[in-house]
């Protein structure tokens, strides 16, 4: 798709729009909007992580509604085959010639955003299906290589609580996701608000507000957007002070991590924090951007031994002690 020249308050104000649609919709979850908005401005995947009915396939369905782009939904189930997701090669006869050729039925996950709703509800096998995609843009069937449309925005969906006919993602999976995004639940106030808003009259649907050009656009700016060198200096410090055994590591980590994040989130802290800065209106990435998102870029990324699970002690809090413990400046 063809980029066009954007301005940075003409991607600011797509952004706006693009919240305001999802705020009709969306009753509260405000920052865990923004983060998604983030990670599509930033053009990567996204993992939604909550318990059952805090509106994770709603939302996912309302930003689709909001962009003019191909939309597909993929429910996982314990049977799915990995062909379900890219497509398989099939046998059609001619019925005049007689002539048989192999033509190929591409699969939903040819679409330029993708629900993959459930995802732990498969096992590995399928999981993998959408390995290819989610890096390479592209999947290979029967020795074959076919292009995914661009861009390609992969959201997932995971219920953290069960347990029984679910299947753990793989730590390479994980890493493909830019953003691990959690879901709380509403404040009581949201809550209220939310029960008179869905018991009544069905609400207007969310409105188209920007086009694949726009969001190729705003990819293509959130790369020009530049990083003072303290501040991917910090991002690689983050990176480096998670993993043990490092001389950057942080007491915490060398008591509590048993794997530590990979430059993939080095990569993912730098893009984020440009495309939050873009959707603020600034021009440049600053440290607090890093720091905000620290959380969903690294609690998918940092494996927590057996000492911290006894402790009680996860990623998320891991974390957060790391942005203590790392200083902004050396």
Known sequence: MPTRAL??????ALGQRLEAELGRTIVGQ???LREILVS??????????GVP??????????????????FNRIQFTPDLMPSDIVGAEVIEEDRTSGRREVRFMRGPVFAHILLADEINRTPPRTQAALLEAMQERQVTV??????????????ATQNPIEQEGTYSLPEAQLDRFLLNVVIGYPTADEERQMLAQTTTAPQAAAQVVATGAD????????????????VVDYAARLVRATR???PEATPSVTSYVRWGAGPRAGQALLLCGKAR?????????????????????????????????????DADALVSRLLDEVPARP
Do not use: M
Not at 7 to 12: G, K, L, N, Y
Not at 53 to 70: C, M, Y
Not at 215 to 230: C, D, G, K
Not at 280 to 289: E, F, N, P, W
């Open 244 to 246: 043990p055994g490092a």
């Open 40 to 49: 599509f401005f930033a053009g990567g995947h996204c993992l939604l992580r």
């Open 53 to 70: 009915g805090l509106a994770k396939t709603l939302i996912i369905k309302t930003l689709a509604r909001t962009v003019d782009l191909s």
């Open 30 to 32: 405000r920052a865990v």
């Open 215 to 230: 969001i190729a656009a705003v990819h293509a700016l959130v790369r020009e957007i530049p990083a003072a060198s303290n």
């Open 277 to 313: 800065a873009l959707l603020d209106g600034r021009a440049t990435v600053s440290l607090d951007d890093v720091r905000a998102l620290a959380l969903p870029v690294l609690r998918h990324r940092v494996l927590v031994n057996f000492q911290a699970e006894a402790e009680g002690l």
């Open 7 to 12: 301005p940075i308050d003409d991607a600011a």
């Open 142 to 155: 029967g020795g074959v290589r076919y292009d995914l449309p661009a861009p390609q925005f992969v959201l």
